[in-house]
């Protein structure tokens, strides 16, 4: 089982990035997918969750209007799309995908947003 994200980096202030995770080794098809964050110093938090089909999707207040979580079943990918990035976002990023009592985690992506 793997979960690999991708996309990280450094952007100034408004800029965008687009994170991937790549997951191999499970059925993707048959798990949500979160994505969270882990600020220096903090608690790792959720910031935004899709469902098993991509039908559902759920953000944080702190990135809802921001942050768009997508799927590709075909490819076995998860996408999270970030605009109007604010130095607040800076974290590392990480994903999680998660059946019933089974759960998986990727190994982080780091995004600095500052000018």
């Known amino acids: 089982v793997q979960l690999v994200e991708s996309g990280g980096g450094l952007v100034q202030p408004g800029g965008s990035l687009r994170l991937s995770c790549a997951a191999s080794?499970?059925?993707?098809?048959?798990?949500?997918i979160m994505w969270y964050q882990q600020a220096p110093g903090k608690e790792r938090e959720w910031v935004a969750g899709?469902?098993?089909?991509?039908?559902?999707?759920n953000y944080a207040d702190s990135v809802k209007g921001r942050f768009t979580i997508s799927r590709d079943n075909v490819k076995n990918t998860v996408y999270l799309q970030m605009n109007s990035l604010k130095p607040e976002d800076t974290a590392v990023y990480y994903c999680?995908?998660?059946?019933?009592?089974?759960?998986?985690w990727g190994q982080g992506t780091q995004v600095t947003v500052s000018s």
């Open positions: 999680k995908a998660s059946r019933g009592l089974y759960s998986y």
């Open positions: 899709i469902s098993s089909t991509g039908g559902t999707t």
């Open positions: 080794g499970f059925t993707f098809s048959s798990y949500g």
